[in-house]
């Protein structure tokens, strides 16, 4: 390993360490509080009682049924929903960004939608679509869109207009140009929007399970409140942000990959989910 190498191996560890360190003080400090009786652990509960709840729901299962069933149907919906909206707001936000006049008639529908509280869209989707996976899924969907659609807009419209002139003197189609020149040149904009569009398909199954359903983590977070169990609470947003976190580390990874050929990009990494 050369000199570069090993300084950036002992920056890696030096920034863990610290993470670690700031983790362990938040957690020991919450704990403190609670025994102490600093803070009321019936209102806030405590570190040591959440990892208790865990374990209990993991070994015993939940009042809905394993722990696992519920993860897996939020999951289902979450990922339902995501591959849906990205599909829908990449095709949406490129033919809009390529093809003006389509951009000039749907803009102000495309703005009175964006504007829409879109998690009240939840309630009206349960009464519709009824208590199963394609309520969840259409809440999901109208979550993931925008944002997604925003940036392929944006990316199509950032293209070098120097480089598409060129593509069209070579004899390139419009078809060409698009799929050769303005969707590579749009990638990087749409993989952006990945990191935020997925923990929105997170939010939108949780809030959807919230709003009426009978399995999920969702109904887990409400059955928990309604017994005023914090812990319970508590333990289901340890669970979504874990959750969260490997799909964020997925999303990294495969953005990685597909972008090897873009010069390095100072913490890129370290700030996506900021």
Known sequence: MNTAGRARAKRRRLVIALQLTVLAVWLGGWEIAARTKVIDPFFFSQPSAVWDQIVTWTTKGTSQGSLGEQIQVTLEEAALGFVIGVVAGVVAGIALGRIKILADVFAPYIKVANSIPRIVLG?????????????????????????????????????????????????????????????PSAFTWILASLHVSFGFAIIGAIVGEFLGSDRGLGNLIKSAQGNFNQSGVLACMVLTAVIALLAEFLITRLERRLLRWRPPQHGDADLAVL
């Open 123 to 183: 309630s009206l989707f349960v009464v519709a679509f009824g208590l199963g996976l394609t309520s969840k899924v259409l809440l999901v969907i109208v979550l993931v869109f925008f944002g997604v659609f925003f940036n392929a807009f944006q990316g199509t419209r950032e293209v070098d207009r120097n480089l598409m002139a060129n593509a069209r003197l070579l004899g390139a189609s419009r078809w060409k140009i698009t799929t050769e020149v303005v969707m």
